[in-house]
């Protein structure tokens, strides 16, 4: 059976990461690209292979655990570097691999002439080593080991063009701020461990359901743990580093901080619905910081300007989504919106790499305009993947949102429909706002660039991805009995909650379908009308309202708030420790203490001259003294 | 006959300075050759020892015994547990990489630069096997001169004398009240037994009254506090680090630390162990100052030799915390973390040592770009680093992870605020790393510096090794550590079992 030989699949993109390594410098770049690729795409077929088998398995299987080596043993704590093949990892190994495959040989055309290829191909299979380990580690260990390691990768391929100050103050940036949030991740496995004696996940689960709904330590735990996905997931408050994270080449936005390592939080909340689901104060927190992140990150989206930074704002608005569905209990749903949005945001991102390929570097679509013209693979499969994330039947976008939207009115509070709907049409609008800043509308490209097409090794990705964005969320057909394929297939992996909403009629579900499409269709006229009926209009309202208009361009200036009250405040009471305490106290009591003595010694020394008529003259004066002393008592 | 194996491993340095005495001083290469072959045949003649060490046993291994001075029951007494083996394999590993360091580095007066080297060796393998109280104390301040010589004589010469005779002071001050201590453990076993020995194993289980421990436990714990070094008694370390030439450095962070948290372990909590817990909160917070503290203050440093050392005070704040635990994770997270800091500081040390070569500098301003020039030094730099700061996968998270989980276990509130020091690392690290390797190369002395030479790179492969075999397979070594930490554990629950039922008799009498 190929499932004992799992752990291929994450050891396949390792080794490329050595070859292209150690030797990618003096490889030809064709071979490295080969290595890269090849890799992951073995990996893949490993995948696909343990998919079936899977299938195969006699039903009631709903796990196979496969231990490798016993990594770390203390007294009774034991980590192993083991796997757990079960529904949700086989999905995300599928997306994982699938995806990354795909984005590797667009890297190809896109990186082709860049001196750090090798580099850049040896850290995306480090990356993606660590992806694959994180969603199929069978302990909690294990995952933070993948957990980790995806976060240095980003670190490594964010500074990937490290002469540029901001890219490497982005690396930087992401690196802190997900270390943050691996803090309480920590912590979480610290108290999983003294709770159930265990980091195995199944272990840990079926322990955890002897505790009863609304269990302290539960809900500590499921909160300690969350820190570390609103970190990796860039949730409010520790989104800020995802939308710098663009320094990096775009494939890498396409593949670590569209479709895999940022969706690693919203893995993890559904990995652990057997927790989550017992403490309902969490899930309230989970959900409540979805539905803030999403809205709030589409405001901010609406007024970008680089197209890059807009698909940023996206991801960290569609990520709230996820998170939102997780909240409400909808696990299923956020891991289906995980999927259908790892192919159309991929899709996105490649397609925006492909205009910024094909204008020489240009990210501002104040310059761009028209490009339909030059680009039209790039510009179709662009919009089939806006059609996707804007929620148009029957795009795979569609299935997923429409589910999310769904369910946190059904099993969730108005608020987070409202909520949801608000920034489904923001969505829409500022989706729009891009396809037609880029490709219609007026050209505004500098007259001395000469747009042109992508080369088929970038176009047939996005072709690909292009058709996944369509077909993809028909794996989760709603109302029809049994026709949601995905929801049956993952089931057995998660834990729902105990009072899940009950079933709504069929033709309510239709109604909300069709009022989110409404919504969606909507926010798309609207763009149509700013950007291409009207297009002074954006104009015209931005100076209408220069405050708002200013405060959200400026992204609500919460990376300055953040300086002044955290970093700033850090380096001046560091600088303090270091001059006023270390030197001045620390050290000015150690070499104070030298100065006494030495001053001490400076003048008893004087006592010691060596001549005998001063010491003789002590002697006389102590005598009289003493003398003295005795006969007036 | 059994081979003493520990004896010829101790002393074999001392005969390699025989060797040298007769060879001509002006011919450095020579000089560089045989000691590089010396430290080669020293650490083969410590392998025995990893490999023939039962890891079953808490008992100690490889023991030798000769009387010396039988009428005051001193003797020549060492051996090996599961605490001081890593310790000295770590010792005779770091010998031929640090020989091979000075290659450049060491220019005058090098006939006497390797005599010290070798003598220091020695001295700090006698202090990790010493059984006998006397024996220890003597090695403890025979290691102390070539180290003061290193700093003073090869140091940097603007500061190098402050430096060697802070070093040589803070430790002096300590070793002395230690010296008090045991003279004053010494007449309390004799008068107790009726035997007069300074035999460490024998004194573990003597009892003595908690007022006594409490006292004695302070007078060693600032002998090794100044050693470790724990806030607020590390103010030398850093002037010893930036002054010391890069073996020196190289020496002081991996092994001469060690000394001040083995000494914890070997000494102070099996000989006190009721002043162990009782002493728990005031060392566990002086540990977690010492790794926040230490972190905050590396940050800002403008020197890169001073930015790691005051990150190695952070580092031992994590073993100190760890030992302090008495847990299982704990002690061994502590053992294992004092093997990675070795490794990651002492290849940070000699990672400045190289551009230090190149550049005459070590202030962070005069770098920057140096990813360009010398690509294969940045990759190296960077996962000495990211070990440094605890990435999954290399030596530094076993350690960090083991002794926070420890910890957690004892105190959440403990395990909480040193677990942010986890955050303050990658801050402190990853902006030195930015400053000096990232960006374009901006002092035009930097555009031309050679990459790492196959010395440099053979300096450092034996280390990445061990950093990625650690952080892989750490039971490797955890196994080896696993018989003695029970051991140590059973006794001191024993001892704290006790002191509940010594105490809770004082609050008896009282009422």
Known sequence: MMMDYVWLIPLFPLVGFLINGFCGQRLPKTIVG?????????????????????????????????????????????????FLIDPLSLVMLGVVTGVSFLIHIYSVGYMHDEPGFYRYFS?????????????????FLLMFVGWEGVGLCSYLLIGFWYEKKSASDAAKKAFVVNRIGDFGFLLGIFLIFWTFGTVNLREVFALAAKYPVGSGVITAITLLLFVGAIGKSAQIPLYTWLPDAMEGPTPVSALIHAATMVTAGVYMVARCSALYSLAPLSLTVVAAVGALTA??????????????????????????????????????????????????????????GSVIHGLHGEQDMRKMGHLKKYMPITYWTFLLAT????????????????????????????????????????????????????FLGESRVDPQVHPHESPPVMTVPLMILAVLSVVGGLVGFPIIEGAHVFREFLSPAITPVAHAGGHQAVSFEVFMMIFSMAVAAIGIYTAYKFYILKPDLPTAIANRFPVIYDYIYNKYFVDELY????????????????????????????????????WLSAHLRKLETGFVQNYALAILVGVVLITGYLIGR | MQLPILSIVIFFPLVGIVLLLFLD???????????????????????PLWFRFNSQTPAMQFVERYAWFPSYGISYYVGVDGFSLLLIMLTTFLTPICVLATWEDIQHRVKEFMICLLALMSGMLGVFVALDLF?????????LIPMYLLIGVWGNPARRIYAAIKFFLFTMFGSLLMLVAILVLYFHYGKTTGTYTFDLLMMYGVAIPFHMQFWMFLAFGLAFAIKVPMFPFHTWLPDAHTEAPTVGSVILAAVLLKMGTYGFLRFNM?????????????????????????????????????????????????????????????????????????????????IVGMIYERRHTRMIADFGGLSTPMPIFAAIFMVVSLSSIGLPGLNGFVGEFLILLGTFRTNVVYATVAATGVIFAACYMLWMFQRVMFGEVTNEKNRNLKDLSWREIAIFAPLLLFIVWIGVYPNTFLNKTKATTENFLAMMDKAKASQTAVSQGFKGEAR
């Open chain 1, 34 to 82: 080969i290595i890269g690729s090849g890799v992951i795409g073995l990996s893949f077929l490993v995948t696909v292979k343990i998919f079936l088998e899977f299938l195969s398995l006699p039903a009631g299987t709903k796990a196979v655990e496969k231990v490798v080596f016993t990594w770390i043993t203390s007294g009774t704590f034991q980590a192993q570097a083991a």
């Open chain 2, 135 to 143: 024996l220890f104390y003597v090695f403890w301040e025979v290691m």
């Open chain 1, 563 to 598: 300086d002044a009250t955290i970093v700033e405040p850090i380096k001046a009471g560091s600088d303090f420790l270091w001059h006023g305490v270390d030197d001045k106290v620390v050290d000015g009591a150690v070499n104070g203490s030298a100065g006494v003595i030495t």
């Open chain 1, 295 to 352: 809205i709030f990150a589409a405001t901010i989206g609406m007024c970008q300007f680089d197209i890059k930074r807009v698909l940023a704002y996206s991801t960290v608005s569609q990520l709230g989504y996820m998170f939102l569905a997780c909240g409400v209990g909808a696990y299923i749903s956020g891991i289906f919106h995980l999927m259908t949005h790892a192919f159309f945001k991929a899709l996105l991102f490649l397609g925006s």
């Open chain 2, 25 to 47: 001083r002006k011919n450095h290469k020579v000089l560089k050759g045989v000691t590089l072959g010396l430290g080669l045949l020293e650490f083969l003649f410590s392998l």
């Open chain 1, 387 to 438: 059609l996707a994330i804007a929620g148009i039947f029957p795009f795979a976008g569609f299935f997923s949102k429409d589910e999310i939207l769904f369910h946190s009115l059904v099993d969730g509070k108005f608020i987070y429909w409202l909520i949801a709907t608000t920034a489904a049409f923001i969505t829409a609008f500022y989706m729009f706002r891009a396809v037609f800043m880029t």
């Open chain 1, 123 to 139: 850290y995306l299979n480090l990356f993606v080593f660590a992806m694959l380990l994180l969603v199929s580690a069978n302990n």
């Open chain 2, 270 to 350: 099996p000989l006190f162990p009721q002043a162990a817990w009782h002493f728990v909160p005031l060392f566990s917070i002086l540990a977690l100052i010492g790794i926040v503290y230490g972190a905050l203050v590396s940050m800002m440093q403008k020197d890169l030799k001073r930015l790691i050392a005051f990150s190695s005070v952070s580092h031992l704040g994590f073993v100190m915390l760890g030992l302090f635990t008495f847990t299982m994770p704990g002690v061994q997270g502590g053992i294992i973390q004092m093997i990675n800091h070795g490794l990651s500081t002492g290849a940070l040390f000699l």
